[in-house]
């Protein structure tokens, strides 16, 4: 039950969204931005770094959701979503998405912990300046937005099921506005 009155039946931040357009639609332009603007990581990447981050911060609605995004976008690879998520190091991704899954994990903990050898192991793998930053905001802004959605308690499904229609739509359209009166 959410903390506060939202639309009955909305799932997690778009509940938020159509509650307080004026303060949801900066956050889905930055979504847009930070997961399907230009970046020399791919989206389903950038996906997965939010997907990593939000499983991190056991938010169940930003990690399910994010997930079947991240499915979606990795195509016949999607099982690379799941494999990452039980264990990152071992996990059938490159050598750079792995330092730089391990910097999205110290911003999440604390950010002050990423460290010089952490940045230099993802530059030893090909990570770029720009790598590094949009990693780095990526997770950052995914805290925010998963203490968001915790904090008002929004609707959060546990069924994977829900999110597979959620992923597809966030895979083929991005970051759209939801409708105000979503019927």
């Known amino acids: 039950m959410p903390h506060i009155q939202l639309t009955e039946g909305v799932p997690g931040i778009r509940s938020l969204v159509i509650y307080r357009p004026d303060t949801g639609k900066p956050l889905y332009e930055l979504a847009q931005v930070l997961l399907r ?69 110290h911003v999440q903990a604390d950010a002050r912990t990423v460290s010089e050898a952490d940045v230099a192991r993802a530059r030893e793998h090909g990570a770029t300046d720009r790598d590094i930053h949009d990693t780095v905001l990526i997770a950052a802004t995914f805290c925010m ?34 409708a105000s009166n979503p019927t």
Not at 72 to 81: I, Q, Y
């Open 37 to 105: 603007g230009e970046s020399p990581l791919s989206q389903a990447e950038r996906e997965l770094i939010a997907t990593y981050v939000s499983a991190q911060n056991n938010c169940n609605f930003c990690t399910q959701s994010h997930a079947a995004a991240a499915r979606a976008l990795f195509g016949p690879d999607r099982d690379v979503v799941d494999f990452t998520l039980s264990e990152y190091e071992t996990a059938p991704i490159s050598e750079k998405l792995k330092a730089l899954l391990a910097i999205a994990g």
């Open 145 to 178: 937005f998963n203490r968001y959605v915790d904090g008002l308690a929004t609707l959060s499904p546990n069924d994977p099921a829900v999110y597979e229609p959620m992923g597809e739509r966030l895979a083929q359209q991005g970051y759209a506005l939801p």
